[in-house]
């Protein structure tokens, strides 16, 4: 991943509290190395891309253990994922004046960040850059391993399902085409037999 700029490693640091919830840090590292690489495809502004990346998912420390599974993926609740949005939106902002962050950036980011699962369209390119760079987090083997855990299917049917979506999902053609790479490398792990299957297959006989 690229090195983050001192203030965004300040304001990652000041979010770690609220990223212990199913591996929320994983997670936004993730998110940051698809959104770095969308940035640098043309068009965005880093300086809200970046904040809104690693900010957007605090609000899941609010919700509890019970609700966390209702705020992802196919069985998602949409009460619950809209209250991890808002608690999100109240942690940014705290998070954000706290390292003087400029106003009108705070703003952008916080509309961003209300509404980045539930909004059915997107505000703006760096709203389109982070609700891609969101999606395309779930292309990466961490996830599809853990979803084919969750689900009890093999990842191989992860990614049949995921690449179904692509044309749905994704704003940008570059993260379309960064979706299709993704998946190309997950089917390589499984057919090569490097572990991807082999880690599934021990958690279900």
Known sequence: MVRLKKVYR?????????????????HVRDVLRFAF??????????????PAVILHDTGRSFLPEGLLDRSWGP??????????????????????????YESAKI???????????????????????VKDADRLARYTRRFVLYTSRHLRVSPLKVCERL????GRWFYLERSKGIAR????????????GD??????DSDNR
């Open 163 to 166: 690449e179904a979506f692509i």
């Open 195 to 200: 572990g991807l299957c082999a880690l599934w």
């Open 107 to 129: 703003a952008e980011i916080l509309e961003i960040i209300d509404g980045h699962d539930t909004r059915p369209y997107a505000l703006s390119v760096n709203d389109m850059i």
């Open 75 to 100: 069985w998602a609740d949409l009460e619950v994922v809209r209250i991890h949005e808002l608690e999100g939106v109240k942690v940014a902002e705290k998070v954000l004046r706290e390292v003087n």
């Open 37 to 50: 690489e969308l940035l640098d495809g043309g068009g965005g502004e880093e300086e809200v891309v970046i």
């Open 181 to 192: 790479e993704e998946i190309a490398k997950r089917r390589r792990e499984v057919l090569s």
């Open 10 to 26: 300040r304001i990652l640091e000041l979010a770690r509290p609220y990223l212990r919830a199913r591996d929320g840090e994983a």
